[in-house]
């Protein structure tokens, strides 16, 4: 091991008032001793360091400076003491290799008062330029216990630009906020990866903020989600990002407290290159997407718009009118089930039970369609046979209190409980392997995260245990559907929940889950696009849920699954859901503009195609601009309410294209790679292939 270790009272002593450099290795390490200035600085060439003698550090990107010195790290106490500043002792680095590749570990050590050591390690990777994997210990160096009540980390404040800066949150909240926002003065979300309603809870432990040139992402890198917060806030210098904890911790003397690993990285653009890099890290890791069917970006159409009480004699007519327009699956949503919990099917619906269930799926097929099946795991409904015979299954909280699922007036079963695992597993078997549907859409904002189980009869080692292994109840949801058929999909449906990046081996398609608004679906879309890769099976949700009802272009531009829950030939007598203002029958006219869309989409499928979410800024660049390449030809999206200017056509190849608007097939001249500018005039869209002058011209 290549290491060294140097006094801090050895060197001080020696370069006393003097500034000082000692480089150990190129883009590695440097000290530096200056009057009030950094004591260590540490760089990759892209991400620079700098820790100063009370272990307070400053971020840089490039020769940029995005931070002050500060407190980057710190601890309270039981006392409602704040310990964030260690005198620095020494420092050792030496080379790594493992799941990430090769790279250099920096270790720095500190102390305060003698009474608590910290312990810092910082991981540049060569594979990753720009980020540093950070490792926190504390250790109670007194004679006595001390008791740690918070802690945080990777906090730091991006400083102030005059154009603002914006945020990426990945918690999830009961008023299904946009999980793009900018920064605004006084904005602040705490980000809590746990429960924040008693249905909304879990994310995506990541949080962005982003300048127009520069940016910072934080987050944390274990494979078992923790309780964490990721707080983002406007600050009269900037915006301040951290990650935080509040579980209290009693050390014995010389005990020690390790927080999550955590991932620091500065970039340029918005927050798909930091959710790229993390989703990277976390395969790395173990933590993945599974294979995708072809099955999964095949175009949806949903039941949902009969509500619970469709019929299955509507439900058949209308599919096969969606058949005709050139959509494949065909989702039976909400009511056809006795209850959330017992799982029994309605006899009004299905008379025969089993028989009829079977038919019916038998009949979607024979019509040419996919038939999928909705499901709402984890909820059992007051009253149902399987809460008298078990009760045992409910998760409690520390009271004896049940968690409340709203929508269904529900309650919430524990996954970590292995006969609430076996029983959902049973359902699986049930619907794909008797009834013979080809795939789940598994449906509810409870799905995300739970909160910790106190109930004493499922003998949990620790109540986060609930909370910690929901990932493996959707595994084994996953597992048992692909024993029965490689090729179903699964969905994952967390009603308006900022999607928790941890269930994802348990899915193979998501849609974009109750968007309020376009913006929400394309959004949604680039961030999973980061998740779960460039070519990820998101789907848009119903257009109907869309701008105007009818927004394919933001499904297709975005590379989105086409979606949509129309009735036909009318609208129904009763639904769920309130009806739009002139229904969602398809209409004539609507059947002119969701059959062009629906082929336009069958003929690109861009879903399948290359995401490029690193060549525009979803915050910064006007209009909103997103590109997929597929097929030979790149495609290009724009969307504003109305816009009258130019457009650029970023990551062409170089060379001479041709430019065709998608949409209405209109020639549009030749431009040349790898940037060009077009002048444009729309309202809400415009979508553009160029495609190289030596290949057929394509929409």
């Known amino acids: 091991m290549q290491s060294f270790i140097l006094s801090r009272r050895r060197l001080l002593a ?56 500060e407190p980057g790290e710190a601890i309270r106490l039981g006392d409602e003491q704040v310990i964030d500043r260690f005198l620095l002792l020494d420092q050792t680095h030496e080379n790594v290799s493992g799941a990430h590749g090769t790279g250099r570990v920096h270790h720095l050590r500190g102390t305060s008062a003698g009474r608590i050591e910290k312990r810092v390690s910082v991981t540049f990777l060569d594979r990753y330029p720009g ?127 390790d927080l ?12 798909f290159r930091p959710l790229d890099a993390y989703r990277r890290l976390m395969a790395e890791r173990g933590l993945a997407a599974p294979a995708i069917p072809d099955a999964s970006y095949a175009p949806v159409w949903c039941a949902w718009g009969y509500g619970r009480d469709f019929t299955t004699a509507e439900v058949l007519t209308a599919m096969g009118k969606a058949k005709e327009i050139g959509l494949e699956w065909a989702v039976l949503d909400d009511g056809w089930q006795t209850s959330e919990g017992d799982w029994k099917l ?33 909820a059992v409904d007051p009253g149902t046979d399987l809460l008298r015979d078990h009760p045992d299954m409910l998760l409690l909280d520390a009271t004896g209190a049940a968690q409340n699922v709203s929508f269904w ?114 959004l949604k879309g680039k961030t999973f696009k980061a998740l779960m890769g460039p070519s990820a099976p998101y789907a848009g949700d119903h257009v109907e849920l869309s701008d105007r009802h009818n927004d394919f272009a933001t499904h297709y531009g975005v590379g989105a699954i086409v979606s949509t829950k129309f009735t036909w030939p009318h609208d129904p007598v009763n639904t769920t859901d309130p009806l ?61 309410d109305t816009w009258a200017g130019t457009v650029t056509l970023r990551g062409l190849p170089p060379g001479r294209h041709r430019l065709i608007n998608s949409f209405t097939g209109q020639p549009l001249g030749t431009v040349s790679g790898p940037v060009a500018s077009l002048p444009a005039r729309f309202e809400h869209f415009l979508v553009l292939a160029a495609t190289p002058l030596n290949q057929k011209a394509t929409a």
């Not at 540490?42 to 400076?65: A, C, K, M, P, Q």
């Not at 006899?347 to 019916?360: C, E, I, L, Q, V």
């Not at 004493?456 to 986060?464: D, G, T």
């Open 14 to 69: 020696k370069f006393s008032g003097t500034a000082a450099t000692l480089l150990v290795a190129p883009q590695a390490l440097a000290w530096v001793v200056t009057k009030g200035g950094s004591a260590v600085r540490l760089s990759d060439g892209v991400l620079t360091i700098e820790f100063d003698s009370g272990l307070h550090s400053r971020i840089s990107r490039g020769g940029t400076v995005l931070t002050a010195m």
């Open 131 to 257: 980020l540093a994997l950070l490792d926190v210990r504390y250790r109670n160096t007194s004679a006595a216990p001390v008791v740690v009540t918070g802690w945080q980390a990777a906090t730091h404040d991006l400083l102030a630009h005059t154009d603002g800066a914006w945020s990426f949150s990945g918690a999830s909240y009961p008023d299904r906020r946009d999980w793009v926002q900018r920064v605004s003065p006084g904005f602040g979300q705490h980000n809590f990866m746990g429960m924040n309603a008693s249905d909304y809870g879990g994310g995506t432990p990541v949080a962005v903020v982003w300048r127009r040139d520069a940016g910072l992402a934080v987050g944390h890198i274990d494979t078992v989600p923790r309780l964490v917060s990721l707080p983002v806030s406007g600050q009269p210098t900037g915006t301040r990002i951290a990650i935080s904890g509040d579980q209290p911790a009693l050390l014995a003397p010389g005990a020690s407290l």
């Open 260 to 271: 999550p690993p955590v991932f620091l990285m500065v970039h340029e653009g918005d927050h």
């Open 346 to 378: 309605n006899s009004k619906k299905f008379p025969r039970g089993n028989a009829d269930m079977k038919a019916f799926a038998s009949a979607m097929k024979a019509g040419g369609m996919r038939p999928r099946l909705w499901l709402a795991p984890l």
């Open 409 to 522: 007036n529900a309650y919430t079963m524990c996954p970590a409980y292995p006969p609430v695992v076996d029983y959902f597993r049973g359902q699986v078997r049930r619907i794909l392997g008797e009834w013979g549907f080809e795939g789940l859409k598994l449906d509810g904002q409870h799905l995300n995260g739970v909160a910790p189980c106190h109930n004493p009869a499922h003998n949990h080692a620790r109540p986060e245990e609930s909370y910690e292994k929901l990932q493996d109840f959707w595994k084994a949801l996953y597992d048992e559907a692909m024993a029965i058929n490689p090729d179903a999909v699964i969905e994952i449906c967390p009603c308006g929940d900022s999607f928790a990046f941890h269930n994802m081996p348990g899915m193979n398609h998501t849609p974009a889950s109750d968007p309020t608004s376009s913006w929400q679906i394309r």
């Open 580 to 640: 739009p203002p002139g229904g969602i029958a398809l209409t004539p006219e609507r059947e002119v503009l969701w059959r062009k869309w629906i082929a336009l989409y069958r003929a690109n499928m861009l879903p399948k195609g290359e995401y490029l979410g690193g060549l525009y800024d979803i915050g910064f660049d006007k209009p909103e601009s997103h590109a997929i390449r597929a097929g030979g030809a790149m495609h290009y999206a724009f969307y504003a």
